[in-house]
């Protein structure tokens, strides 16, 4: 097993620059270096394991050595050196590893060696794996070095941990930072080696390792092979293995908390409990699943269901903290799916239970407390006259006494604008906010308020303003990773 692991994780190392996966800044950046006969002689590889540092090392000796680069600058992968380089038997290129003791020593030789000309090809290229681990000795060698590279050797360090490495040599290095290969990347190389090595792979398995390996290629390759047995993949053997929790599990819960059931949710979490998940890692994977949803409803710019989520995510990141200290390792989530479901801010209907919570809520916020008692005294005790005037002066009071998110979010864009035979118009900046309030059960909740308010039954109608202003969120929109988000 142990052979074939590594067998299969060096099969499907990046060969040439178009194979390496999920670190296209880095690529364009070495490609446009080779073509313009610009490669550094000292390269600093820094970023988390298994992302492609000495895969791409190798690729830079290949491509200042190849006998026949291709015309995109690829290396050809069948001259002599290419071979030697995929086979790991070119002498120019010495791969150290700081870490052990053999990779001490050699470093330490370093200054002596380098004056050598290269053996064989026409360039010498160290890679010094695992850098951080240098000795003081071994860095202040490498620094004399580094200050006046002969012109045939090229150094290239890789490490994950660059604070431990001396802005000394730092300032010396071009830079390269490795990111975590996205879960996708991920998930799409595994599918195509999981095609070419005949593996009948579940697309939910491939899923849970992608999403599993946090960002490391290698890892989800190793992993890969290692939980495929007789040539298959199922989603369940990785499950069990690897602990991870069941997706049908995730979505339930979710469905539950978004429909406000407490009860339900709190059954799914017994019932966890109970299996003997792990509940630590069921919230982690929760919480992904709640920042994919709440970045999509971003994209969709949905942003009152993206407060909601944002809320969720909050509570659950306490909650997380606190299950491997409580005594009874559920509670902090049971917690906290009481504190998400009765949440004053997004419950639907109030009942008797949700007072104690709602009272503690309001304590964190002095001031909006006062303003919920004096809303109520006035609600109690004076009514407004039905104007416009007063429409206007209290539209914020007023619209502060919704309960369903959507509309409280999208009644902040409105502004009522006229009276007439007890038909209120409201101006809104958007098509998107008006249709939302004019929906038949938000338009109903929002008249109600207003009756309740000034005693006097209303009508509901809208417009769209002429001159359109932009949402505030729309204002500010910055993309990342192919979504776009608001400055807040
Ligand atoms: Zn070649």
Redesign the pocket.
Known sequence: MAVDKIALYRKYRPHNFDNLVGQDHVKTTLINAIKGNNVSHAYLFTGPRGTGKTSTARLIA?AL?????KGDFE?????????DINEARLIDLIEIDAASNRGIDEVRDLKEKIQFAPTKSKCKIYIIDEAHMMTKEAFNALLKTLEEPPTHTYFILATTEVHKIPETIISRCQRFDFKRVSSKAIMTRLTYIAQIEGIEAEDKALEMISKYVDGGLRDAIGLMEQLTSNGELTSEHVQDVLGISDYSLIDSLFEKLTEKNTKDSLDIVNNLHSQGSDLRQFVHEFIQHVRDNMLMSVAKNDMANVAEFIKIIEILEKAQEKISSSTIPQLPLEIAIIQITQSPEYHAVEEPTTQVIRQEKDEERPHKKIENIASVQENEETKFDLNLENLKQYWPRITERIKTPALKMSLRESAPVSLEDSVITLEFATKFHKEKVMEHDNRVELEMIIKDFFDHPVKISATIKEIAIQPKHEKYLFYRDGFAFPLL
């Open positions: 290949k050595n190849c006998a026949n680069l290396p050809c992968d069948e001259c002599e050196f290419c071979s």
